[in-house]
């Protein structure tokens, strides 16, 4: 029996370069707090959020993929047609299909690179981070453009206090490629789909279709999820860490899902987090933008403290499903 021939690729991966685009609009607190009752003073204690992106209504999420696209392979000196796959971490792509993936490879110069979107919520970037890295490993893949892309003001009840003030809109992109030395450690990833009432959408397209329910939209029961991260959370970060073989002390960076300045600062503690390490607080004028906070935090640190380049980050993304990822990174 004749045997089948199988690929393998390089033995490891890196990020080589980093892409950024946010929503237009700067929404200030003050903006969103009728509706739900507040004020600017109690979204700033219990969110850390002063401002946030939104995009016009001209604007979907795939333009925004698009622009973090094109910077990240601009940056990286990688003829658009090299980069053969192209991953687009989204929960609110508007049309089921076709993938926002698809169509920005082919915006970009990438047509006919292999293409698809994934939902893992908040966790979405580190999901698609871990899939690149093993993909390009085995041979399947040579540059992969990972993006997490979304316009979270499309799903969003004004009047929900339970998540409203919190979303923005924005797209972070990294282009990741064959390395020489070890630039993506193992992932630590899984999810508790027992929790999955948490945190997510309200209704379904079917019951919007019917009539027996509004047009979707996200909302969560905000002490679980705070408690699940804070507690279940930093312990994923220190399993990372171990996998990664480093420490704290090794740390460049931390780059936490941009969900909540308390629960990051809690981790810092958790993890005792030395005071040499930079913390990603992207949070404060971006807003939380699920897939797309983690890539957008990590390019505003690299473009605030470029001296961060080439040193070793934490990245731990966590949300609807329940589904959490994390691994350590080089920074490009």
């Known amino acids: 029996m004749t045997s089948l021939t199988q690929n393998t690729g390089p033995q490891y991966t890196r990020i080589i370069a980093l892409g950024a685009a946010r929503g237009d609009r700067i929404v200030p607190n003050d ?34 993929a698009t622009d973090a696209a094109r910077e990240a392979i601009e940056k990286a000196g990688i003829p658009a047609d090299q980069v053969d796959l192209v991953l687009v971490a989204t929960i609110s792509n508007v049309q089921q299909t076709p993938s926002i993936a698809a169509i920005v490879a082919d915006r970009v110069g990438a047509n006919p690179a292999a293409a698809y979107d994934l939902n893992a919520a908040c966790a979405g970037y580190t999901y698609a981070v871990a899939q690149a890295d093993a993909l390009i490993r085995a041979g399947a893949a040579r540059y992969a453009i990972v993006i997490g892309a979304e316009k979270l003001s499309d799903v969003v009840d004004p009047a929900d206090r339970s998540i409203s003030f919190l979303l923005g809109d924005g797209a972070g992109a990294a282009l990741i490629g064959p390395s020489d030395e070890p630039g993506i450690s193992a992932t630590v990833w899984g999810s508790d789909g027992s929790k999955g009432d948490a945190v997510g959408m309200n209704a379904t397209l079917v019951q919007f279709r019917d009539g027996t329910a509004a047009w979707p939209t996200l909302r969560q029961e905000g002490p679980t999820v705070f408690r699940w991260a804070v507690w279940e959370m930093a312990k994923v970060a220190q399993q990372a860490l171990d996998r990664a073989g480093v420490t704290v002390d090794d740390l460049a960076a931390f780059i936490p899902h941009q969900a909540n300045i308390r629960i990051i600062d809690e981790f810092a503690k958790q993890l005792k987090l030395p005071e040499t390490v930079a913390i990603a607080r992207d949070i404060e004028t971006t807003g939380n933008t699920s897939a797309a906070s983690i890539p957008l935090a990590t390019h505003r640190l690299l473009s605030e403290r470029p001296e961060l380049s080439g040193g070793l980050a934490l990245q731990i993304g966590f949300g609807a499903g329940l589904v959490y990822g994390a691994q350590v990174v080089v920074l490009p």
């Open 31 to 64: 903006d969103l707090i009728g509706p739900i009752d507040s004020s600017d003073e109690w979204i700033r204690q219990r969110t850390g959020i002063i401002t946030r992106t939104r995009a016009s209504a001209d604007i979907s999420a795939l333009d925004l």
